[in-house]
T-cell receptor, first 113, second 115 residues
Framework: ELKVEQNPLFLSMQEGKNYTIYCNYSTTSDRLYWYRQDPGKSLESLFVLLSNGAVKQEGRLMASLDTKARLSTLHITAAVHDLSATYFCAVDIWTEYGNKLVFGAGTILRVKS | NAGVTQTPKFRVLKTGQSMTLLCAQDMNHEYMYWYRQDPGMGLRLIHYSVGEGTTAKGEVPDGYNVSRLKKQNFLLGLESAAPSQTSVYFC??????????????FGPGTRLTVT
């Protein structure tokens, strides 16, 4: 059974600081997605990572994928309050019925001014 | 395009009552999914569908049934609601892209409380 572990589960950081969220998974996959969720809202796609070594950047967020290590990272540079949200990674796997995603538990990020 | 829509947005049920949640998508996606979200547990897959008339069980299927009679709609049914089914339910859809992505697009969610 695929397990997807995110850490930390809760992150409180000061504005202007850098930090990294880690996503480890337990089976072979070369497709991984990052989503953002604001309180009471739905999930919004942030990054689609489709191969080993993939790196995507958007503003202060950068995501990478190492399929050999079964690890993805979401790096936050110079955090601002607007980045406060819950971040999920999701691993894409094939089943006999088609593909599905397995989500991590999520990282709650609070950026303090 | 509306994307993925869900009906209703909120619902309160008594234990033992039944209900159906409707998910609709206008992107002509083959794949559709139902998840539940509980605090600290991320999203857990209930059932999914890889095309009209085809469904499969996810991680937590017990107590739920689904149907996909039309490509654009995916229904989630609770035959006899239990308090443990109090949750936020999300529907999503996806389609393979030329680049190999199956990125999922999510609906706004349905907040269900079972008393």
């Amino acid at each position: 059974e695929l397990k997807v572990e995110q850490n930390p589960l809760f992150l409180s950081m000061q504005e202007g600081k850098n930090y990294t969220i880690y996503c480890n998974y337990s089976t072979t996959s070369d497709r991984l997605y990052w989503y953002r969720q604001d309180p009471g809202k739905s999930l919004e796609s942030l990054f689609v990572l489709l191969s080993n070594g993939a790196v995507k950047q958007e503003g202060r967020l950068m995501a990478s994928l190492d399929t050999k290590a079964r690890l993805s990272t979401l790096h936050i540079t110079a955090a601002v309050h607007d980045l406060s949200a819950t971040y999920f990674c999701a691993v894409d796997i094939w089943t006999e019925y088609g593909n599905k995603l397995v989500f991590g538990a999520g990282t709650i990020l609070r950026v303090k001014s | 395009n509306a994307g993925v829509t869900q009906t209703p947005k909120f619902r309160v049920l008594k234990t033992g009552q039944s209900m159906t949640l409707l998910c609709a998508q206008d992107m002509n996606h083959e794949y559709m999914y139902w998840y539940r979200q509980d605090p600290g547990m991320g999203l857990r897959l209930i059932h999914y569908s890889v095309g009209e008339g085809t469904t499969a069980k996810g991680e937590v299927p017990d107590g739920y049934n689904v149907s996909r009679l039309k490509k654009q709609n995916f229904l989630l049914g609770l035959e006899s609601a239990a308090p443990s089914q109090t949750s936020v339910y999300f529907c999503a859809s996806s389609q393979a892209t030329a680049g190999g992505s199956y990125e999922q697009y999510f609906g706004p969610g349905t907040r269900l409380t079972v008393t």
